[in-house]
């Protein structure tokens, strides 16, 4: 290899935040890299930082720019932020080859029919030891085990050497479906020792160590025995192994398994078509649920994080597709609350206890996590025994600790957030490059920058409300009479007369300027805001947007 | 007494929420009940629910339509969410006389005058054996421990007998400043058996028994001891008794104690004015802090859940007054992240630890809490023998699950949410009236009502943006041509032509138009909303709110 070419790495997304995946990596001289990427993934919009936005992903631009250097994109697997943003972005990344394993490509197939795209991009590839080529990169799928089907790690094969990228991983060696962790499959593909490993960050502050899918099988049967009337259970739909789990120990006491939600329908659907659940028990249409005694009834319920319009928001207010719950019945959330959707989801409980509904949250009798816990990754890492450790899936305190915790394990290790780019051949850690990153907002149907200043307007106007203004300007540049105030979003006085105050002062203000100040329109916007601002600072205290409409009589 | 009086209770805030509290007593007739009110407080808004409120207090229309009914106010204790609402609400609450003890007063008369209101309407209290007499009530403040100065339960006799008001309370035999748990004062207090206890549910979820102030200090001693660099540390400020604990442990090491942001200095001035902080550190002024060496220095700051404005959160941003943290200094969270407040406080820790500071959060060892867990509430029934226990201070599903530990150990309970009204007297838990509550807003200087329409356009505004539209129509009512379009948080198309055209459609549908149909403003208003809200759909897949302003030449 010519001295000048280099292994780099570059997160546009995923580090140092967790979720809206996307990693790059480089080989070849300065400039001249063929690049492979890995993952494209989403986060969720708030009403706090991205109101009315539908999805975040993230910033392409600096790939767009080089697109004919892109060879390939691989998905690790089929959770929303490595997968979401793929039919989005994809025909903006150059529509480049897409490779998946089986059941993550017929969810990746759908995010791009989804989006108007041609599915065929995306080719399934085997577990390894099958590889794909692409440009100067061998990339494989290791297989390991997650809160999904077909999690892997990619291995990638570069002139430089091998990097392993963790993608999310757990260490469980009976996962209930699909593959156990396999030690022996990370020590075979470290065999002689990796260039760097690229890890999962996620639960780093949990000091024990992960708990197996297969730990909560007895308390889960245990439960279905116990309870008295209906029984529903929420947890994310695209863990399968878990949704399986609840099904088949709620079956075995004679339960009907009902699905309540599209993702639930959707995902046991992809499950059997790709051949990985085979034996979940059969499953009740919902309309006939109402003919079965609610003892003998168990549902599987989307929304646990408290989305709004999912199927447990709608039985925690009312009812869903004629289903009630009721005293006697019990709800499980089989499922941890992502910090920032505690609100939400105590709103849940909330309504649920209203009903008198028995609510079993946050009990570790009936969730375990997908993610490698601090004693987990010692053990990736001593297995793997990497030269060079990049934590990468965290938060800034997420990506320190990790790199702290593989320091003390006797490896160099880089914090390397999103848009570093750093050299992972030569000087390792080295930081070759800071390239500008952001945010890509779906809004609506558009794709915008999160800082074209749309976001920031929705956000000025829920905080400080607009007044919109009207103005006629006659062929001399005189003001007529009769100014439109509209108030939106803006408190009245007490006395009510806010909206008459402000149309008598804009006129007083217009009647007072000379005619030259009225022939241009930005001098009028300028001087009718400041009378508008003023005015409702005085009588409400507060100084709203406002737009200014100039038109002129020809 | 007559057959028809009886004593009735309604919460009007507190109750199946956290915070805001506001409870109402009542003697008599129905119709001719003399009241006092229990606490005034606020809770605080939200982007997501009330974009742009200053502060969010409960609706005191019941209240308002009986003033003359109205005896006296009591404030429990000098939180938020007991008396931040004393000063907006007391002028529309008739100015009645407010009681509290010494160190509460000195907070009420502050929110009062903040308020622009005479703070004389503040009367202070002994402690128990003084009882106020407020109409057919005597009241007493009872001293309890919490997570501030002179925290009290309010012994209410009435001519049916004696109610216990909880207030915020926690079972602490050595809350380190002020008075420590005395069980005997419970006892005697409930001595021939109370009326009811209507009782905090904060922590009825916590298992374990509530640990004592003390528990900490040696934790705390121990980490000022270790730590190399500057250590600061974040709690409320009102909790005194941690600033000191805190404060003093630093000291013992040689530290300069400095306080960072107002609410340090002001309540730590509080507690010096109402003679309960007495052995507090030297506080040295934080312009001095630059001349100290940073392993001497020791900082109380504001913030600990994330408020962009308050001094922990410039610190992790960047400095405060001259102060920035670095690499071998320590951060301490003394305090627990409140549910909802878990992103915000995050982004503490993140900056944080970009700065390479060392930082401590959500460890039991520098933290209690300030209310009673679950077997301190068993405790408090047992020691106040209650016939009747209502929970209040929690949601829905705290004060459930209140009810039925009160159940369990065999008194009756009712679960009693804002605006029901019980009867408390004869047959205890009665249901006699529900009465409309809601939520009243400061939004700006103003206070507007939850409903009235203005925070739901600013929602609104956030989630779809507005379109604005100024149309002109001659003499004859036709329109002219030089419609105006002015776009506010809609995303531009790729073509940018959005503006254009909305603004030609506009004007090729009302050219369309019968002169008839243009004489009315709304009927205008009506077309030209449904052209904007179709072409922003097909065209960027928004329907944003529309504002339509008709100038009509005379």
Known sequence: MSAKERLVYLPLGGAAEIGMNMYLYGWGAPGRERWIMIDVGVTFPSMEGSPGVDLIMADTAFIEERLDQLEAIFITHGHEDHVGGLGYLWPKIGGRPVYTRAFTGIIARHKLE????????VSIVEAMPEMVTAGPFKVGFLPVSHSI???????IDTPAGRVLHSGD???????????PFDPQSFRDVSGDGLLALVCDSTNVFSRDAGRSEADIVADVEALMKDATGMVVATTFASNIARLQTLAKAAAAQGRAVVLLGRAMNRMVGYGREAGIVTDFPNVVDVK??????????????????GEPRAATASLARDKY???????????LFSSKTIPGNEVSVGRLVNGLAEKGVRVVEEDPRYHVSGHANRPDLEQVHTLTNPAFVVPMHGEYRHL????????????????VPNGTMIDLSHEQGE?????????TYLDGSVLIGAMDGVVRDRVRMALRGL?????????????????WVELHGIPETHRGALQEDLEEAIEADLSRAKRADLKDDDAIADRVSRVVRKICNDQVGKKPLVTVMTNRLA
Not at 114 to 121: I, N, R
Not at 169 to 179: A, I
Not at 321 to 331: A, C, N, R, V, W
Not at 401 to 415: S, V, Y
């Open 114 to 121: 989804g989006a108007g795209v041609d599915p065929s991009a």
């Open 149 to 155: 089907p077909e999690a892997s790690a990619m291995v």
């Open 169 to 179: 991983l757990k260490l469980d060696p009976s996962p209930q479906l699909g593959e």
């Open 288 to 305: 006939e649920a109402a003919s079965i005694p609610r003892e003998h009834l168990f549902a599987l319920s989307t929304g646990s994080q």
């Open 321 to 331: 597709m004629g289903i009630e719950l009721t005293k006697g019945d019990t709800f």
């Open 400 to 415: 320190k600790e990790h790199a702290e915790l593989a320091q003390t394990g006797g490896r160099d290790a880089a914090i």
């Open 431 to 439: 930081v070759l490059d800071i390239v500008e990153t952001g945010r």
């Open 467 to 483: 007044v919109a203004v009207s103005v006629v300007v006659d062929e001399d540049d005189r003001a007529l009479d009769g100014v």
